[in-house]
């Protein structure tokens, strides 16, 4: 994992808890909810293998971990891990290219076509 990970981390949840529990525990449920293991349309490993496209897409290195471990554990395998990184990188990549383009947009190109 990257640099700023390790396992003392999570012991920081205690500012959430003494400050803003109530959030704390509305965003426990939503997230719980989310990712039932039962009860959705999308199936778990399905659910785990979009988080992780979001959370590389995204780069969080939080997410990274715990959705490639959650999405292994509900039956993902590592080709299907490798395509949902794939997935991402397209998307990314997909977004610079558009993005680009606005740019011209917006720096005033009137030279395209």
């Given amino acids: 994992m990257t640099g700023y990970f390790d396992s003392e981390d999570r012991s920081y949840t ?16 939503f997230d719980g909810a989310v990712f039932a ?24 290195g939080y997410c990274i ?15 299907e891990l490798a395509e949902a990184a794939w997935v991402a990188t397209a998307i990314r990549a997909g977004g610079g290219y558009a993005h680009g383009r606005l ?10 076509g």
């Fill in 65 to 79: 971990d715990a959705h490639a471990k959650q999405a292994s554990a509900a039956g993902a395998s590592s080709a």
């Fill in 37 to 60: 293991a039962e009860g959705r349309e999308i199936p778990l490993k399905f659910r785990e293998l979009i988080a992780l496209a979001v959370a590389i897409t995204t780069q969080c």
């Fill in 14 to 29: 205690r500012v959430y808890k003494e400050h803003t529990p109530d959030i704390l525990a509305a965003f426990a449920a």
């Fill in 103 to 112: 740019a011209f947009k917006l720096a005033g190109d009137h030279q395209h």
